[in-house]
C-alpha cells in the first residue's frame, strides 16, 4: 500500500531556511511526480511546485521562486522541499502529495507543520 | 492563475439528505481531447486532503457510491446522495489542468 511519511515539525526563525522530507515506500518511486502543498490553518491548500521523480524536473509557484528547491533521493526514495529566507507568512501545513497521472494528487503525506517565529 | 470559487462556503446538512457543492473556474478546465481537470478532495479536522472524485465525475477507488461529480467547461458539483456523519470536513475543489494548481476556498459540511 503506497504511503507518504513526512518529517516532523520545525520551529524556526525568520530569515533561516527548513529542509522537509517526504518518504515514499509501497510503490514505484520514479513512476509517479511529487507535488507539495502548503495550508495556513483555515485556509485553501496553496501549491508549490511538482517534481518529475524519474528526471528530477522541476517547475515552483512563482509565488516562491527564488526560494523553493525540490529535490529527491531515488535510492532513499525521499523527496525534499526545502524553503529558504523564511518569512512569519511562511507558518503552515506542508504536504508532499503523489501525483497518479491525469491531475490527481491520490496520495498524500500526513503534513508537516514550519512554524516561523522570533 | 486559475481561480476556484466554490459555494456554499457553509453546509449544514441533516443526515440521510443529500448535499450539493458548487465550483466555478475561471477559466475553461475541459482540455481539447474533451477529459476536464478538476479534482474533488476532502480535508477531515486535523488530516491530509484526501482525493474524492477526478476527472471531474471518476470516484477514487474505496469512495463510497455516494459521492458523485458533474459538470463542464468552468461548472462544476460535487453531490452526495445520503450524507453520513463520517463526511463532515472541508470540501475543496482543485484544477490540475495548469500550474500553479489552484484550491477553492472550501465548504465546510457539518451535522445539523
Known amino acids: 500500500q503506497a504511503q507518504l511519511v513526512q518529517s516532523e515539525s520545525e520551529m524556526k526563525k525568520p530569515g533561516a531556511s527548513v529542509k522537509i522530507s517526504c518518504k515514499a515506500s509501497?510503490?514505484?518511486?520514479?513512476?509517479?511526480?511529487i507535488h507539495w502543498v502548503r495550508q495556513v490553518p483555515g485556509q485553501r491548500p496553496e501549491w508549490m511546485g511538482w517534481?518529475?521523480?524519474?528526471?528530477?524536473?522541476?517547475k515552483y509557484s512563482d509565488n516562491l521562486q527564488g526560494r523553493v528547491s525540490i529535490t529527491r533521493n531515488t535510492s532513499a526514495t525521499t523527496a525534499y522541499l526545502d524553503l529558504s529566507s523564511l518569512r512569519l507568512e511562511d507558518t503552515a501545513v506542508y504536504f508532499c502529495?503523489?501525483?497518479w497521472g491525469m491531475g490527481r494528487l491520490d496520495n498524500w503525506g500526513q503534513g508537516t507543520l514550519v512554524t516561523v517565529s522570533s | 492563475d486559475i481561480v476556484m470559487t466554490q459555494s456554499p462556503l457553509s453546509l449544514p446538512v441533516t443526515p440521510g439528505e443529500p448535499a450539493s457543492i458548487s465550483c466555478r473556474s475561471s477559466?475553461?478546465?475541459?482540455?481539447?481531447?474533451?477529459?476536464?481537470?478538476l479534482d474533488w478532495y476532502l480535508q477531515k479536522a486535523g488530516q491530509s486532503p484526501q482525493l474524492l472524485i477526478y476527472?471531474?465525475?471518476t470516484r477514487a477507488p474505496g469512495v463510497p457510491d455516494r459521492f458523485s461529480g458533474s459538470g463542464s467547461g468552468t461548472d462544476f458539483t460535487l453531490n452526495i446522495t445520503r450524507v453520513e456523519a463520517e463526511d463532515v470536513g472541508v470540501y475543496y475543489c482543485?484544477?490540475?489542468?495548469?500550474?500553479?494548481?489552484?484550491f477553492g476556498q472550501g465548504t465546510k459540511l457539518e451535522i445539523k
Open positions: 509501497g510503490y514505484s518511486f520514479t513512476t509517479h511526480a
Open positions: 502529495a503523489r501525483h
Open positions: 482543485m484544477q490540475p489542468l495548469q500550474t500553479p494548481y489552484t
Open positions: 477559466q475553461s478546465l475541459q482540455r481539447s481531447d474533451g477529459y476536464k481537470f
Open positions: 517534481l518529475d521523480v524519474r528526471t528530477g524536473d522541476t
Open positions: 476527472l471531474g465525475s
